[in-house]
């Protein structure tokens, strides 16, 4: 079955430089969720997105932003890296519909160095 | 705010016993869902199992089941015959319902590394 894909899978930044990172949820999914895993750290939700709006919003800087587009792909842009800013990211896909309560599903997440 | 606490933060077991993972959350929702995920070295985000709150019956996937007490806002894992490949940290989380048309966010406890020995 198809998966969460995410791109790229590894990158690495200098501080003050700017990231993309790109989510393609799984074909039919709606919703899309950004969550950061820092080092020894659990997942935090930063953003999530349904039917190209964004829906609900978490612990995610203003240097952050993100959106979705017409084929359901994000992107998640991240300006002025910080060295905090060094984690894992994950998207996470899902069905809409009422109340939101389907399964999330997680992409193999992408690794950001800031040096 | 929900919460959610995993109390153990390493385990081991032997390969081919069972080894209960526990976890605790806080709520004021009636209605909520909640997960156990897996992330095992290659960091990848790994559902094991699903349980709806208003489901009474236990959820159970194979050689992984859960006691899922509600009046007690516990929700454990057993994982039964555990082998290699079952080494990973185990993640539990929580979703409560947003009957206000936003999305749902997983919240997630602090994790518990399994080490399954040979």
């Known amino acids: 079955a198809a998966g969460v894909i995410q791109s790229p899978r590894h990158l690495i930044k200098e501080k003050r430089e700017t990231a993309t990172l790109k989510c393609y949820p799984i074909?039919?999914?709606?919703?899309v969720y950004w969550y950061q895993q820092g080092p020894g750290q659990d997942p935090q939700f930063l953003i999530s997105?349904?039917?190209?709006?964004?829906?609900d919003k978490g612990s995610i800087p203003d240097r952050f932003s993100a959106q979705q587009f017409s084929d359901y792909h994000s992107e998640l842009n991240m300006s002025s890296l910080e060295l905090g800013d060094s984690a894992l990211y994950f998207c996470?896909?899902?069905?809409?519909?009422?109340?939101?309560?389907?399964?999330?599903?997680f992409g193999p997440g992408t690794r950001l160095t800031v040096l | 705010a929900q919460t959610v606490t995993q109390s153990q933060p390493e385990m081991s077991v032997q390969e081919a016993e069972t080894v209960t993972l526990s976890c605790t959350y806080d709520?004021?929702?009636?209605?909520?869902?909640l997960f156990w995920y897996k992330q095992p070295p290659s960091r990848q985000m790994i559902l094991v199992i699903r349980?709806?709150?208003?489901?009474?019956q236990n959820a159970t996937e194979n050689r992984f089941s859960v006691n899922f007490q509600k009046a007690a806002k516990s929700f454990s894992l057993k994982i039964s015959d555990s082998q290699l490949g079952d080494t990973a940290m185990y993640f539990c989380?929580?979703?409560?319902?947003?009957?206000?048309?936003?999305?749902?966010?997983?919240?997630f406890g602090t994790g518990t590394l399994l080490a399954v020995q040979p």
């Open positions: 997105f349904y039917e190209k709006m964004q829906s």
């Open positions: 989380a929580f979703m409560g319902v947003n009957y206000g048309g936003a999305t749902n966010k997983l919240i």
């Open positions: 074909p039919r999914h709606d919703t």
């Open positions: 996470a896909s899902s069905l809409g519909g009422l109340a939101f309560t389907d399964t999330q599903y």
């Open positions: 349980q709806e709150a208003y489901k009474q």
């Open positions: 709520t004021s929702e009636n209605n909520y869902y």
